[in-house]
């Protein structure tokens, strides 16, 4: 198989398996907290042997940098329990499709913690992100589980795009697998400490579930799509990365019955197509730097 489309099926199956990993907020009947715990836990595994068994160097380079792991860890933490909460309130496409928005708040949040340039087109690009969001949410009436679900979904999204911007610095001294290990750890650890795991007695099943969650949906998802990057442009990656809420909507309506409503559908294809137009480069700019 030639290698642009091995990475290709490489970086589809990854996203795939993003997509699926938002269902099991409803294959698991456990608190958010513990679902995480599950995850990082067997993520933080899988990843250490990928790295032993390539012989990456994974060692810290100093105590700014283990606090900074530290607290990325936390804010990790934070975004799965938020994520899988926004689904369990509400439904797996409401969580994936506010999650989405992503890319949007990376935009806005830039110009504030980099002091780059703002531009007119991020104020356009907020605004339809507000029209999509409101499209997303079918109920407004306070204290409305669907509506507490879209908060939340939007808390995951607000805190993917901080972990991506405070990520930056880390891409340049660390292998994006080394970061994703430490980061994995320390939420685990974080979590170890909030989740109440003395009143759980976890069957079989559920153990199973979080052992695929934690492997497949995150290991081995996240070794995939940064392996695909040594062949595709960024910008490719980027763009089959919209079909994450795509691919977890079909699933979630195949497996779980969860059919969105088209105002619903139609409100996350304004979010998709708004978070591509946020995250497509400025050629202008990437001429002059």
Not at 162 to 184: E, M, P, V
Not at 192 to 219: D, F, I, K
Request: charged residues 10%.
């Amino acid at each position: 198989m030639a290698r642009p489309t091995a990475a290709l099926l490489q970086v589809h199956t990854s996203v795939f398996l993003f997509g699926l990993s938002g269902l099991f907020g409803k294959f698991l009947a456990l608190p958010a907290s513990v679902i995480v715990l599950g995850r990082t836990g067997f993520a933080t595994l899988a990843l250490g042997l990928v790295l032993a068994l390539g012989r990456r160097a994974v060692r810290l380079r100093s105590p700014q940098d283990s606090l900074g792991m530290v607290l990325l860890g936390i804010l990790l933490a934070f975004h799965w329990v938020s994520f899988f909460y926004s689904i369990q309130l509400a439904t797996v496409a409401i969580g994936l499709l506010t999650f989405s928005s992503f890319p949007v708040f990376v935009t806005l949040l830039e110009p504030l913690l980099f002091k780059t340039p703002w531009r007119w087109i991020d104020g356009a690009i907020a605004a339809l992100v507000v029209v999509g969001v409101a499209l997303v949410i079918p109920d407004y009436r306070l204290g409305s589980a669907t509506t507490l679900g879209a908060v939340w979904g939007l808390l995951s999204g607000l805190s993917f795009a901080l972990l991506q911007l405070l990520n930056k610095g880390y891409r340049q001294r660390y292998s994006a697998l080394a970061i994703a290990f430490y980061q994995d750890l320390f939420a685990f650890m974080s979590l170890l400490l909030v989740a109440p795991l003395s009143t759980l007695a976890l069957t079989s099943q559920e153990v199973g579930l979080l052992l695929v969650l934690g492997v497949l949906c995150t290991a081995v998802a996240h070794t995939l799509f940064i392996e695909s990057l040594a062949v595709l442009r960024t910008q490719t990656a980027s763009v089959i990365s919209a079909l994450e809420p795509v691919y977890g909507i079909v699933l979630a309506a195949l497996l779980l019955g969860e059919v969105p409503a088209l105002r619903t559908l139609a409100g996350g294809g304004l979010t998709i197509g708004t978070a591509l137009w946020a995250s497509w480069p400025d050629k202008t700019s990437a001429e002059t730097h």
